[in-house]
């Protein structure tokens, strides 16, 4: 995307010291994962029947995404949310949590162990609580930027499609991740039904095939905060209309959202073989 598209749309850039734990962190996770993609021709190991490879290199992409996408939409913050203390202490503790799961995660891969619903040592045990404590800090941050939005600029955002879909998308996304993990946490699997293995997964995401999948609505709910942004991006200037169209697909999402994690837990795949 063009720079000066991109400060005509979002707005001027940012401090480089308020946002650099960010930028820093996502061009790691890049790195990592681009490192990682050698890993499984290296070692053949199994965990649940994929590469124990294939889970860093998914939130490595997810977590360089994540951070990504709230460096470009803060942009979209007033001057005063832009340069003051409280997005700071935001940045310094978001970018700590991501460091610490994706540590954790390459960590139980290197060891050949599962990083998330493993409580089969005290020590994972309670290094899972802190990754849950961790994920709950990471889902904050696009929270508290939403809420943000929407106090600073209220009905304003009527008539700015962009930044209306940026508020809409940071607040939704945050609330539907942290139903949809919380149950996911508290049922201790992401699988529902007679499903114990992750092999024969759907390409790319490796969703299974043939049980419910919770990680489908954790999918569509957490990347919410970047496909809502995108559609407002497109209908940028468009005033009201563009606001009702944001509005209208919000609804869309978060219905379609909601569908497919009542879909999962009948214990049917997303798209498969039951």
């Known amino acids: 995307m063009n720079p000066e598209v991109i400060q005509r749309s979002f707005g001027p850039a940012i401090s480089v010291d308020a946002i650099r734990p960010w930028r820093d962190a996502a061009l790691l996770f890049v790195v990592l994962f681009l490192a990682t993609l050698i890993a499984p021709l290296v070692d053949e190991r199994l965990l649940n029947g994929i590469s124990v490879w294939t889970k860093p290199l998914k939130f490595q992409a997810s977590l360089a995404l994540h951070f990504a996408t709230l460096i470009l939409l803060a942009r979209l913050l007033p001057e005063a949310r832009r340069h003051g203390v409280g997005l700071r202490r935001l940045v310094a503790v978001t970018t700590a949590a991501g460091l610490f799961e994706i540590g954790y995660i390459m960590l139980q891969a290197a060891r050949g162990r599962a990083s998330h619903f493993n409580n089969e040592t005290a020590l994972e045990a309670f290094m899972y609580i802190l990754m849950g404590i961790g994920a709950v800090t990471l889902v904050v941050a696009p929270f508290v930027m939403g809420l943000w939005l929407w106090r600073d600029y209220g009905r304003r955002l009527r008539s700015d499609p962009l930044r209306l879909a940026a508020t809409l998308g940071l607040l939704f996304s945050a609330v539907?991740?942290?139903?949809?993990?919380?149950?996911?946490?508290?049922?201790?699997?992401?699988?529902?039904?007679?499903?114990?293995?992750?092999?024969?997964?759907?390409?790319?995401?490796?969703?299974?095939?043939?049980?419910?999948?919770?990680?489908?609505?954790?999918?569509?709910?957490?990347?919410?905060?970047?496909?809502?942004?995108?559609?407002?991006?497109?209908?940028?200037?468009?005033?009201?209309?563009?606001?009702?169209?944001?509005?209208?697909?919000?609804?869309?999402?978060?219905?379609?959202?909601?569908a497919v994690f009542l879909q999962a837990l009948q214990g049917q795949p997303f798209f498969g073989l039951n």
């Open 176 to 258: 539907l991740t942290l139903i949809v993990a919380g149950y996911m946490s508290g049922a201790g699997t992401h699988w529902v039904g007679d499903v114990t293995s992750d092999a024969g997964g759907l390409p790319l995401v490796g969703w299974s095939q043939r049980g419910g999948d919770l990680r489908v609505a954790h999918f569509f709910a957490t990347h919410g905060m970047q496909l809502l942004p995108l559609l407002g991006y497109v209908l940028r200037g468009q005033g009201t209309r563009g606001s009702f169209s944001v509005a209208a697909a919000t609804v869309g999402w978060l219905l379609f959202t909601v």
